[in-house]
């Protein structure tokens, strides 16, 4: 209940942007319930089913993170002094923000069931047709066999149970918690995840290189759900591993841009610009990591499937790239958010000092650029890496 009316009483943005959460708890919960209605449909491709099933894996995970990142920015969960005299520690804040995560959830979910079943022509009217707007194929949906409604409840409550923990367990109170907060900036420890992050992306792309001898002309190299299914493991697994290196030297690259920033005889701006990079290299680089993995398997798909002679794009495809791009996008925006709202006091300070708006506006862009320059072809470089023995 306190998590319902603090979410009636929040800002209108801190609503939109658990919206975004609702959205694609919605989206993830319409790929677990086409993974249902395909599983009745064809109760003998029960390993097409599967591997349908485990593809929503990623805009699970996406719709996870998304929530913790929303969840992070959100004011009730810095009220820590106000809530401590309501009653409410640390431990209980956590609970009370996967709480309302749930919630979002809960609602996302709940509309992905109505418009499933709407589509299926299980709340009256025919199934065709709505269908045929949507542009999904019936046997998709599963229409005509009945839903296992038991079974895709509990499918259904992983979205809103998974992003719950996730949120729980980011915001988890930790033993710096309870210490008074410095009140001049630290300096930042040069994160320690540059290197093996390398390693894991070069090992990734020697294992996919290894498993795609002798499928570079199979028409299923790797198909997406809603067409086709049996994708090469050793593919996949390498793709995972240059995912999860990219993820892991995210912390470490944007320190390094901080750094770069900062050698040679740097100006005010440059010096600002890089010591506000290294000083928040931890909170911006894992999710930048990650919409470089997922920009760079983007781009790898996108380039082996105009070289396929089948193109396996459905409508289930599109829903789950919509998801997991999405999310990880507005993933990376509210770190930035964070960022800029930890160093409210700093920026008062600068202003306080005599910096202009123009000048922090200078800076800021020479952040992004920074950024952009570093990690824009080293996500391309992996991409075209990725597609080399699949292509040729």
Same mark, same amino acid.
């Given at each position: 209940?306190? !998590?319902?009316?603090?979410?009636?009483?929040?800002?209108?943005?801190?609503?939109?942007?658990?919206?975004?959460?609702?959205?694609?708890?919605?989206?993830?919960?319409?790929?677990?319930?086409?993974?249902?209605?395909?599983?009745?449909?064809?109760?003998?491709? !029960?390993?097409?089913?599967?591997?349908?099933?485990?593809?929503?894996?990623?805009?699970?995970?996406?719709? !996870?993170?998304?929530?913790?990142?929303?969840?992070?920015?959100?004011?009730?969960?810095?009220?820590?002094?106000?809530? !401590?005299?309501?009653?409410?520690?640390?431990?209980?804040?956590?609970?009370?923000?996967?709480?309302?995560?749930?919630?979002?959830?809960?609602?996302?979910?709940?509309?992905?069931?109505?418009?499933?079943?709407?589509?299926?022509?299980?709340?009256?009217?025919?199934?065709?047709?709505?269908?045929?707007?949507?542009?999904?194929?019936?046997?998709?949906?599963?229409?005509?066999?009945?839903?296992?409604?038991?079974?895709?409840?509990?499918?259904?409550?992983?979205?809103?149970?998974?992003?719950?923990?996730?949120?729980?367990?980011?915001?988890?109170?930790?033993?710096?918690?309870?210490?008074?907060?410095?009140?001049?900036?630290?300096?930042?420890?040069?994160?320690?995840?540059?290197?093996?992050?390398?390693?894991?992306?070069?090992?990734?792309?020697?294992?996919?290189?290894?498993?795609?001898?002798?499928?570079?002309?199979?028409?299923?190299?790797?198909?997406?759900?809603?067409?086709?299914?049996?994708?090469?493991?050793?593919?996949?697994?390498?793709?995972?591993?240059?995912?999860?290196?990219?993820?892991?030297?995210?912390?470490?690259?944007?320190?390094?841009?901080?750094?770069?920033?900062?050698?040679?005889?740097?100006?005010?701006?440059?010096?600002?610009?890089?010591?506000? &990079?290294?000083?928040?290299?931890?909170?911006?680089?894992?999710?930048?990591?990650?919409?470089?993995?997922?920009?760079?398997?983007?781009?790898?798909?996108?380039?082996?499937?105009?070289?396929?002679?089948?193109?396996?794009?459905?409508?289930?495809?599109?829903?789950?790239?919509?998801?997991?791009?999405?999310?990880?996008?507005?993933?990376? &925006?509210?770190?930035?958010?964070?960022?800029?709202?930890?160093?409210?006091?700093?920026?008062?300070?600068?202003?306080?000092?005599?910096?202009?708006?123009?000048?922090?506006?200078?800076?800021?862009?020479?952040?992004?650029?920074?950024?952009?320059?570093?990690?824009?072809?080293?996500?391309?470089?992996?991409?075209?890496?990725?597609?080399?023995?699949?292509?040729?």
């Amino acid at each position: 209940m306190l !998590a319902l009316r603090l979410a009636r009483g929040s800002h209108p943005l801190v609503l939109l942007r658990r919206l975004f959460v609702t959205a694609a708890a919605a989206g993830t919960g319409f790929l677990l319930l086409s993974t249902v209605g395909h599983a009745t449909a064809h109760p003998g491709s !029960a390993s097409d089913s599967l591997v349908r099933l485990l593809w929503c894996a990623a805009p699970l995970a996406a719709t !996870a993170q998304l929530a913790a990142s929303v969840a992070r920015t959100d004011p009730a969960a810095r009220l820590h002094r106000g809530m !401590a005299a309501a009653g409410l520690g640390p431990l209980r804040l956590a609970l009370l923000a996967g709480a309302s995560t749930a919630l979002s959830g809960l609602f996302g979910v709940l509309l992905s069931l109505f418009v499933f079943l709407r589509l299926r022509g299980d709340l009256g009217g025919s199934p065709a047709p709505a269908a045929g707007r949507a542009g999904i194929d019936a046997d998709l949906l599963g229409t005509g066999h009945p839903l296992p409604l038991v079974g895709a409840l509990m499918l259904l409550s992983t979205v809103p149970l998974t992003a719950a923990a996730t949120t729980a367990l980011a915001l988890r109170p930790r033993s710096a918690d309870t210490a008074p907060a410095p009140e001049a900036p630290v300096e930042a420890a040069n994160p320690s995840g540059l290197p093996w992050g390398m390693a894991l992306t070069a090992a990734g792309l020697a294992v996919e290189a290894y498993a795609s001898r002798g499928t570079v002309t199979s028409a299923g190299l790797l198909p997406l759900p809603g067409r086709l299914v049996g994708s090469p493991p050793g593919v996949l697994a390498g793709w995972a591993l240059s995912a999860l290196g990219l993820v892991l030297a995210g912390p470490g690259l944007v320190h390094l841009c901080g750094r770069l920033l900062c050698a040679g005889r740097p100006g005010a701006l440059r010096l600002l610009s890089g010591r506000v &990079l290294q000083q928040e290299s931890r909170r911006l680089g894992r999710p930048l990591g990650v919409l470089c993995a997922v920009a760079s398997a983007t781009y790898a798909a996108v380039t082996v499937y105009e070289t396929a002679s089948v193109r396996p794009y459905g409508p289930l495809t599109a829903i789950g790239a919509v998801v997991v791009l999405a999310s990880v996008t507005a993933c990376a &925006l509210t770190a930035a958010l964070e960022s800029r709202s930890a160093r409210a006091h700093t920026t008062a300070a600068l202003r306080r000092l005599g910096a202009t708006s123009s000048a922090l506006r200078r800076t800021a862009a020479l952040r992004a650029l920074a950024v952009a320059l570093v990690l824009g072809p080293l996500t391309w470089a992996v991409a075209e890496m990725a597609t080399l023995p699949l292509v040729h």
